[in-house]
């Protein structure tokens, strides 16, 4: 007896921020499936699937929103129940990787956090990653199978090229020598000058202090575009924009992947010489946290994009014609 296997794309969300979720699953033309996660009354906890998942290609969306740890262990559950109910691919879809800056050994006796993100993954059942804009290429290394890397650049380009018609005035500024590569693409795509910021973090100082000593490029009267991540305390692109503006910028903004927002960053942005900030949602902004100079992009149609070309097994790369690379 021979059988044709039929295909079937099933997409459920944890409860991290489902409204993104939501927002994928109308851009793939999909209902999200019922995952029934719940916590018992000591907190432990609980994911049964409302429908029959057995064979289905399954897409798990989770970003890492804060508390970290627990969006990280409720992905782990819903990974691992539905490689129990026998889902055929597991793919976990991280649009913020949790840990992402702990990718390296700093200094002595420290973890590698990003790498066991990755193999506490890998064990609960995950076949696969998506995430956007990591922290660093290396991380796609971290996972033993295969890693789809997306990026907001698109978002961000056509933002610019809506809201600065005349791009002769503007300069691309990577916020550290971290970031020169990634800025140096959404120049050429602009066709932009490029700046950057040479800064340190002084030794023994908290998580979140930076000093910006000098910028390196031409940004006098011309308004400077800061490209990062992810904005976490706010000290690194706040301190780029203060020293911008001494350089005799005209006008700063700000971009970023992925809106973290601890701690003092509110405060930090208000006060810094910012006039926008343009983030995605990556992760949840609630409207409280939405200060009149932020300006929250949806990333859904990417994911979607990406989830669709997983799938149909056919490039992701192509999506962003070859520019996802870190």
Not at 225 to 236: F, H, L, N, R
């Amino acid at each position: 007896m021979e059988l044709t296997p039929t295909r079937r794309l099933e997409l459920v969300s944890g409860r991290a921020h489902p409204q993104l979720a939501e927002e994928i699953a109308h851009s793939l033309g999909v209902e999200l499936g019922e995952t029934n996660v719940r916590e018992f009354p000591d907190t432990e906890l609980h994911c049964r699937y409302g429908n029959s998942i057995r064979g289905v290609d399954l897409f798990i969306v989770q970003t890492h929103a804060a508390p970290v740890n627990d969006s990280i262990m409720e992905m782990l559950v819903m990974i691992d129940a539905a490689k129990r109910a026998s889902a055929k691919r597991i793919t976990a879809v991280c649009p913020y990787y949790g840990y992402s800056r702990q990718d390296r050994k700093a200094t002595g006796r420290e973890p590698i956090t990003a790498k066991l993100v990755a193999d506490l993954l890998s064990v609960a059942g995950a076949d696969r990653i998506v995430s956007v804009d990591l922290h660093s290429g290396q991380i796609q290394g971290f996972f033993d199978g295969p890693v789809d890397h997306l990026t907001a650049a698109p978002l961000f380009v056509d933002y610019l090229r809506r809201e600065c018609p005349d791009l002769a005035d503007v300069v691309i500024v990577s916020p550290d020598a971290g970031r020169i590569k990634v800025s140096e693409r959404f120049s050429q795509q602009l066709g932009t000058d490029l700046a950057f910021v040479h800064k340190r973090r002084p030794v023994g100082g908290s998580a979140g202090e930076v000093e910006a000593l000098e910028v390196v490029g031409k940004v006098r009267d011309r308004r400077c575009v800061i490209i990062d991540d992810q904005i976490g305390t706010a000290g690194t692109v706040c301190a780029a924009a203060e020293l911008l503006v001494e350089a005799g910028a005209t006008e700063v903004w700000a971009m970023a992947t992925h809106a973290i927002l601890a701690g003092p960053a509110l405060d930090r942005l208000k006060a810094a010489p910012i006039s926008r900030v343009v983030v995605t949602n990556t992760l949840p902004v609630p409207e409280e946290r939405r200060i009149d100079k932020l300006e929250v992009l949806s990333i859904a149609r990417i994911i979607a994009d990406a989830i669709d070309a997983v799938f149909e097994d056919t490039s992701v790369s192509e999506i962003f014609g070859g520019q996802n690379l870190l």
